[in-house]
């Protein structure tokens, strides 16, 4: 288990997921778990560190809002201009997934997140991620309270200290493109108010 220095955390952390590692780190709301999501062998560790049912989704996570646009042509212009307005930040958006992008982390949709975290400034990593802790347990604010077998079992560990400690917010975007529909599907780090005013924008006409 390594524990870099931050101006290498980012070269750091992309090898370990390239290497099909799992990894430790800070998002902008508490600390995650994150593995190659193309990589079944390293899905199914990370799942099992966390107790985590099979099967059971997660969201795909980008370190950059521009890659994550361009990575979704797919997505239509009333999605994009929404999700232009609220990432990076303390989101989980559920998106279309028309084209069965990443498979391997479930669900009817795509869950998609761009945090804007200082210490992975410059990761190009595409990560499947969730909490750093036992499914069902209290999220992780601090590194020291990570679950001492999940730090244990990971290849890389990330400190970037106390972190705001409250869930991203989730919002259901799936209807937005066809029916001007969206529904927050769980408060978190983002207020409502936030999120109504760029999904509404969202959909104004050009």
């Known amino acids: 288990m390594a524990r870099p220095s931050a101006p290498r955390s980012a070269d750091d952390f992309d090898r370990c997921i390239a290497a099909g590692g799992v990894a430790v780190f800070p998002a902008d709301t508490v600390y ?45 212009p009333r999605t994009r201009a929404t999700m232009q307005r609220l990432l990076p930040g303390g989101v989980t958006l559920l998106l279309p997934n028309p084209n069965r992008r990443f498979p391997l982390a479930g669900g009817d949709g795509l869950g998609l997140r761009v945090p804007e975290v200082p210490l992975l400034k410059g990761a190009r990593s595409v990560v499947l991620q969730s909490s750093a802790n036992v499914a069902g347990g209290p999220d992780a604010r601090r590194i020291d309270d990570v679950p001492a077998e999940i730090s244990a079992g ?41 999120v109504e005013e760029a999904a509404r924008a969202g959909t104004v006409s050009p």
């Open 154 to 194: 990971a290849d890389l560990v990330l400190d970037a200290g106390e972190l705001p400690g409250t869930p991203s917010t989730v919002v259901d975007l799936r209807r937005l493109e066809d029916a001007g529909e969206w529904a927050i599907v769980r408060a978190g780090a983002v207020p409502a108010e936030v």
């Open 32 to 76: 995650g778990l994150a593995c190659d999501p193309e990589n079944r062998a390293a899905i199914e560790r990370l799942y099992a560190l966390k107790g985590r049912p099979t099967g059971k989704p997660s969201a795909v996570m980008w370190f950059d809002a521009q890659r994550a646009l361009d990575a979704l042509p797919e997505l239509g």
